[in-house]
């Protein structure tokens, strides 16, 4: 028996910290001692039952995690390889991270970094990884900081503070929008040069507006990403991975036929393992350990299921790890 985060739909649906039994374990070669998960906002969906993400019950949640295996089938990973996983449907379909093992197949894991520990590579997790990924869309896209203002959404959340301090690192002048301007000293220790109010994008706006943008990091979607686009400098690029304010996108084709503004769609979940390695390696070499400390809290896996609802209420600030040995 191993202790692990358990969602189930009878008598209706709920999560809790369970024991759960080694045959409950997923299909794979590899088996993993998980040292940190992490609560991102597909978990927070899940584990509340706010988002139809659970197919199965009962399922542990938790789309990645940090550990080490100590039995391998596979010949990529021997016993005491340090890991991380993220998404490859991992606490949706397949058994997840809120737990203390794991068993998975290989192609699902790469080597943990060696510039980070455990706990420093949840603290990135899979919000962190995605934020990268957006920055290389940006960079390949010819996005230069030369080139004027980036614009992250979703300042305080986990995608939107890592990518702030990835792309303030990189020499780029960072304008975070957010919906706690209260935290504007805490955006600005990550690199934001200045903030914009929520409010100001999340309403219906003008199909094109005067042209600001260089690039943009968008988690929100909605009107929020509409209006980005909108704004954004001819030829510029945003790249689009969540929705915090909405799923729906409505919104007309000028900034793409007039001004060339390309929308770029990330998803981090089936992500191929190349991208996954080039992602991590581009962190390894940008994150500063101090900063991501201090824009993550470690939180034991007991209180993640009441964190759930306070992170879908936009009342956590950065990363949640989750130490699932506590
Ligand atoms: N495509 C992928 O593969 C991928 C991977 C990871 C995450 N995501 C998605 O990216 C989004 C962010 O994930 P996360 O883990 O960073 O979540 P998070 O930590 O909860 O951050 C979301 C942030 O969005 C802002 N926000 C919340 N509600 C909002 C609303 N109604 N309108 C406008 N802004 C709102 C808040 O920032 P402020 O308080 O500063 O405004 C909040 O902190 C989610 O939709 C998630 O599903 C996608």
Not at 178 to 202: C, W, Y
Request: contains cysteine; aromatic residues 6%.
């Amino acid at each position: 028996m191993f202790k692990g985060i358990q969602i189930q739909n009878e008598p209706q649906y709920n999560a809790r910290v369970t024991e759960i039994a080694e045959e409950q374990l997923g299909n794979g070669e590899v088996e993993v001692n998980i040292e940190y998960s992490t609560l991102n906002y597909k978990d927070a969906l899940a584990i509340t039952g706010k988002g139809k993400i659970i197919r199965e019950f009962p399922m542990t949640p938790g789309i990645d995690f940090a550990g080490k295996v100590f039995r391998s089938q596979s010949d990529d990973f021997v016993s005491g390889d340090s890991v991380i996983l993220n998404g490859f449907g991992v606490g949706e379909r397949f058994p997840g991270g809120l737990a203390q093992k794991a068993r998975v197949p290989a192609d699902f894991l790469i080597k943990q970094p060696s510039e980070f520990s455990s706990k420093e590579a949840m603290m990135l997790g899979t919000a962190g990884y995605t934020a990268m990924l957006c920055v290389l869309a940006l960079q390949k896209q010819g996005v230069t900081p030369d080139k004027g203002e980036i614009l992250v959404t979703g300042g305080n959340g986990g995608v939107g503070s890592v990518a702030i301090m990835l792309l303030s690192k990189l020499g780029y002048q960072v304008i975070a929008s957010t919906g706690r301007p209260e935290e504007k000293a805490f955006l600005q220790s990550l690199g934001a040069v200045d903030i914009i109010e929520r409010s100001e994008l999340s309403e219906p706006g003008r199909p094109m507006v005067r042209e600001r943008w260089a690039g943009v990091i968008d988690s929100v979607g909605s009107h929020t990403l509409a209006n980005a686009c909108a704004a954004t400098q001819y030829g510029g690029t945003v790249a689009a991975c969540g929705l915090a304010q909405g799923m729906d996108l409505n919104m007309t084709v000028a900034p793409f036929i007039l001004r060339g503004v390309k929308l770029i769609g990330i998803d981090s979940v089936m992500r191929p393992i190349e991208d996954r390695k080039e992602a991590w390696k581009a962190l390894g070499s940008l994150v500063d350990k101090q900063l991501l400390a201090s824009l993550s809290t470690v939180v034991a896996l007991s209180s993640s299921v009441d964190l759930a609802e306070q992170l879908l209420a936009g009342k956590v600030r950065g990363r949640l790890v989750v130490d699932v040995n506590t």
